[in-house]
Every structure is written in C-alpha cells, then in structure tokens.
C-alpha cells in the first residue's frame, strides 16, 4: 500500500478556469475527507465520504465547489469559475469507520489562481 | 462546538533537548480523540500521536509523548531528545468519537531545532 496519492501537485490556473484534483485513498479506507489549508493555517474541513455517499459538507463548500467518490474508490474535487481567494493547499485524508489515530494524509495539491 | 488552540507561534530549541508545545481545547462532548501531526515544507501531514478522551494513560510513540489533562482540557505534545529533521509546523487537532468524525486543526506551532 502507497498511502494516499494526490494528483496534481501544483496547480496554477487563471481566475475563472475550472480545475479538478483527484485523491486515491487507502484502498480498504471507507471514509475520505477533504481540508482546505491556507497560509499559515491549520487545515479547515470541506467534506466527508463514507463509501460512496458524501455525508457532510462544510459551510466553506460553495456551490463552485462539488466532489465525487465514485463506486466509494478515488475522489475528485472540482472548483469551478475559480476565484483568488480559492488558493491555497488542498488535502485528501483516508481512515477506517472507527477513526482512531487512522487518518491517513495525502502530500495535498497546492493551488495557485492568478 | 469544538475549539483548539495552540498560542506558541514560534518555538526555537537547542538540538537534543526536550520540547514542549503546547494544546488546549474546547468540547462539551465526553467521547473525542485527540491528535498530532507534523507538516514539513513538502505539505503532507504525518500523524505522530493519538489520545482518547477515555484513555487513562497519557500516550507515548517513541520520543513523543502526549501530557492529556482531562480536566484542564489540554493536550500538550512532548518531543524528547530533539533531532534536526523535528523542524516542522506541528498540529494539535481533536475530532469526536461519532458521526463524521472529522479532524478540527489548531492553528499550529512552527517549531525549529538549532545545531
């Protein structure tokens, strides 16, 4: 097993373009979040996966934000109409249903948007 | 609602000494779990420790060990015998033992080791 794998790495991209990043957790990790961590921050929670199913989204989730987990494997994470303020580093976390001390982080896709 | 703090920006330690950085946090929930993690400059989170609310024992993983004062509500990482590669942003977070259990991070301590 690799760990959680996030692809890209870097992205810089144009105001207003649409970007997608994708996440591979730990394959027999049910649960995925994503996190939003900004300079000098500690990350901040957008949304939650249990298999398939999206089960919670955060407030910061705007509706430029959507993300997938199809068949409850990879996650994509799509912003569209990408604003300035939308930079910043995005994580991918896997875990078990059970949680404890099995958050697993991916190395995050950091994006630039000028 | 849950809250961490972590109120040392900034800590600067002689090589091989010990480190203390420090966590408080704020639930009224009775079931959560306590966490560090490491970020070095190339982003990724590296868990380093684990305590739960129920735990008895304070927590140790080799040179880290977690000072859990339940009734003070904090959550103090202990580093010992501090190494070069320990230079890092490190991260107290906290989540509860049901529903989503999603991670809430404090704001993080930039701890650096001098030769």
């Known amino acids: 097993d690799t760990g959680v794998s996030q692809n890209p790495r870097h992205k810089i991209t144009k105001r207003g373009q649409n970007v997608t990043f994708r996440c591979d957790p730990i394959?027999?990790?049910?649960?995925l979040y994503w996190y939003r961590q900004t300079l000098g921050q500690g990350p901040e929670f957008l949304t939650y996966?249990?298999?398939?199913?999206?089960l919670e989204k955060s407030r910061l989730l705007s509706d430029r934000f959507s993300a997938e987990r199809p068949k409850g494997s990879f996650s994509t994470l799509e912003i569209q109409r990408t604003e300035q303020g939308d930079s910043a580093m995005y994580l991918c976390?896997?875990?078990?249903?059970w949680g404890q001390g099995g958050y697993t982080f991916g190395s995050g896709t950091r994006l630039t948007v000028v | 609602a849950q809250k961490i703090t972590q109120t040392q920006p900034g800590m600067f330690v002689q090589e091989k000494e010990a480190v203390t950085l420090d966590c408080t946090y704020d639930?009224?929930?009775?079931?959560?779990?306590l966490f560090w993690y490491k970020q070095p400059s190339s982003g990724e989170m590296i868990f380093l420790i684990y305590?739960?609310?129920?735990?008895?024992q304070n927590a140790t993983e080799g040179r880290y060990s977690l000072n859990f004062q339940k009734a003070r509500k904090s959550a103090n990482l202990v580093i010992s015998a501090s190494q070069l590669g320990d230079s890092a942003m490190y991260f107290c977070?906290?989540?509860?033992?049901?529903?989503?259990?999603?991670?809430?991070f404090g704001q993080g301590t930039r701890l650096t080791i001098n030769p």
């Open positions: 976390a896997s875990s078990l249903s």
């Open positions: 639930t009224s929930d009775q079931s959560y779990g």
């Open positions: 305590q739960g609310s129920y735990d008895e």
């Open positions: 977070a906290m989540t509860y033992l049901q529903g989503a259990q999603k991670l809430v």
């Open positions: 394959s027999e990790h049910n649960r």
């Open positions: 996966f249990q298999n398939e199913a999206q």
